[in-house]
C-alpha cells in the first residue's frame, strides 16, 4: 500500500489549489466560495520516485454550526486517521486566525506527522504575517504559493523523506465503477452502505458531492474503485461555476470508467435527465448496471416491479442490455447483490471469444435467418472476429458491408447476447468489405 497525506486547514486557504498543484493537473474543484471541497478528494502523486496517496478535505471548522460543517469535519477527521503525514495549510494574507490554533492544537494531538505550511506568500509584503505563525509553537513553518508553485520542492522533499516506505506488493489494476444520476438520487448513500462506513458527506442538500471521489474496495478477490460523481443537471438548471466543472468532473468519471452504475430515484421515475446519463455511458461504450434506489417508498403490488421495470425498458431503450436491481441504500436492500451483479458485468466486458467460436454461431445465424438480396445478388457474411474488448467488438467481413440493415445488425448482436451471455455489457459490430487478392 502506498503512505498516505493529507491536506487539511480551514475554509478557502488554497487546500485545493495545491492538491492540483501536487498532483500536477485539475481535479480538485476551485473556487472563491468558502467550502466549495466537502468530501475527501484522493489523487496519487509521484515525487523523486517515491508513490504517495494525496487526500483533499474540504474546509476544517473546529466548531461549526451548520450541519453541513459538521460533516466536513467528520470527513477531515477521517482523514487525518488514514493519513501517514499531514500538511497543514493557512492563509499567509489573512494571517493567524483562531480558528487556525484550534486546528493546530488537534493536530498536535493526533501523533501523526505534521508538515505546516502558510500558503499566498508571493512577494516581498507577504511575508508581514508570517512570523505570527511561530506563536503557534511549531517549526519549521514552510512559506508557499500553491497557485505559483513556489516552496513546493522544499515541501515535498521533506514530506517523502518522512513517509514509510510503499508496500513491494504490485497490486493488478482495479475496475473503475462510476456512480452516476441525478442530484440526491442516493448516489454517496449507496456508496456509504456498501462500505460499511461513512466514506462521503451524506445530506439531503442536492448537489453536496461535487467532486469525483474515488474509493477502493475489494469483492471476493477483485479489486475496484467506486468513483462517487457529483449529480449530473440540466444545462439549464445550471448557473454557478462550480455546478458546471462538477458536471464536467462528472462526464470525465464516465469517459475514464470501465463500469457505470446508474442510480435512479423509485419515487421520480426515469427522467429525461436519466436518460441523458445514460446516453453518455452508452456512447462511451461502458457496462452498466441500472439501480432503482429507494424502492422501500413504494407502495407495491403483484404488478408493480413488472411496471417499473417496463417503464425503464421504454424510456432506456439503449441500454435495454443492462441489468435492473431495485434497492434501498436506506435499509440495505439487496445492496450487497450490486457487486455480485457488477462482478458478472466486469467478467463480460473482458470477454474475448475465439474466431472458430464465433464463425460457428455466425454460420446458425445466417442460416435461421439469411440477409436479402442487395442488386439482385445475395448478401453474404464471409467470417468474423474479435478485435478488442471494453467494450467487446467484432469485425464482420462482407461483400456489401453498406447494406447491412441496422435491423440485421441488432439480430446479429441479440444472438451474440444469448449464446455467450453478454449481460450488462454494449457489443459493437463492424461490417468489411472481404478484400479478393489480386495476383
Not at 440540466?234 to 462528472?250: C, G, M, N, P, T
Not at 460457428?360 to 442487395?374: A, D, G, I, N
Request: aromatic letters at 10%; glycine letters at 6%; charged letters at 25%.
Amino acid at each position: 500500500m502506498k503512505p498516505v497525506v493529507a491536506i487539511v486547514g480551514r475554509p478557502n486557504v488554497g487546500k485545493s489549489t495545491l492538491f492540483n498543484r501536487l498532483m500536477g493537473k485539475k481535479k480538485a474543484i476551485i473556487d472563491d466560495l468558502p467550502g466549495v471541497s466537502r468530501d475527501r478528494n484522493y489523487g496519487s502523486v509521484v515525487w523523486e520516485n517515491k508513490p504517495f496517496t494525496l487526500i483533499d478535505t474540504g474546509g476544517f471548522e473546529p466548531a461549526p454550526k451548520e450541519l453541513i460543517g459538521s460533516m466536513i469535519k467528520e470527513q477531515v477527521q477521517l482523514a487525518i486517521e488514514e493519513a501517514d503525514a499531514i500538511i497543514f495549510l493557512s492563509d499567509g494574507k489573512d494571517g493567524l486566525l483562531p480558528s487556525d490554533k484550534d486546528i493546530v492544537r488537534l493536530l498536535k494531538a493526533c501523533g501523526k506527522k505534521v508538515f505546516y505550511t502558510v500558503n499566498k506568500i508571493e512577494g516581498k509584503g507577504d511575508y508581514e504575517n508570517l512570523p505570527d505563525f511561530y506563536q503557534l509553537g511549531i517549526e519549521p513553518v514552510y512559506p508557499l504559493s500553491a497557485q505559483h508553485g513556489l516552496g513546493i520542492t522544499e515541501l515535498l522533499n521533506d514530506v517523502v523523506d518522512s513517509l514509510p516506505k510503499e508496500s513491494p506488493e504490485k497490486e493488478e489494476e482495479a475496475t473503475k465503477l462510476a456512480i452516476v444520476g441525478r442530484p440526491n438520487v442516493g448516489k454517496s448513500s449507496l456508496i456509504n452502505r456498501i462500505l460499511g462506513y461513512k466514506r462521503l458527506i451524506v445530506s439531503e442538500i442536492p448537489g453536496t458531492t461535487r467532486d469525483s471521489i474515488d474509493t477502493p474496495i475489494r469483492y471476493f478477490g477483485d479489486r475496484y474503485l467506486l468513483i462517487d460523481t457529483a449529480g449530473l443537471r440540466k444545462k439549464s438548471k445550471v448557473s454557478l461555476s462550480v455546478e458546471r466543472y462538477s458536471i464536467v468532473e462528472a462526464l470525465k468519471s464516465i469517459e475514464r470508467c470501465d463500469l457505470g452504475i446508474l442510480i435512479l430515484d423509485a419515487v421520480q421515475g426515469v427522467t429525461e435527465q436519466d436518460a441523458r446519463i445514460g446516453g453518455y455511458l452508452y456512447e462511451n461504450g461502458k457496462g452498466t448496471l441500472i439501480v432503482v434506489n429507494k424502492w422501500d417508498l413504494i407502495k407495491k403490488n403483484t404488478t408493480t416491479l413488472k411496471k417499473y421495470t417496463e417503464e425503464i425498458r421504454y424510456h432506456l431503450r439503449f441500454l435495454d442490455f443492462a441489468p435492473i436491481i431495485f434497492v434501498s441504500a436506506l435499509i440495505g436492500q439487496r445492496v450487497f447483490q450490486i457487486l455480485k451483479i457488477i462482478r458478472e458485468i466486469s467478467h463480460n466486458y473482458r470477454k474475448r471469444l475465439s474466431t472458430s467460436e464465433l464463425n460457428r454461431v455466425l454460420k446458425e445465424t445466417t442460416s435461421r435467418y439469411p440477409l436479402p438480396f442487395y442488386r439482385r445478388r445475395p448478401l453474404k457474411l464471409y467470417y468474423m472476429t474479435q478485435i478488442s474488448i471494453t467494450p467487446p467488438t467484432f469485425v464482420i467481413f462482407a461483400n456489401h458491408p453498406e447494406a447491412i440493415h441496422f435491423s440485421y445488425e441488432r439480430y446479429l448482436i441479440n444472438q451474440l447476447r444469448e449464446k455467450f451471455s453478454f449481460s450488462g455489457v454494449p457489443l459493437r459490430l463492424i461490417f468489411r468489405e472481404r478484400k479478393r487478392l489480386t495476383s
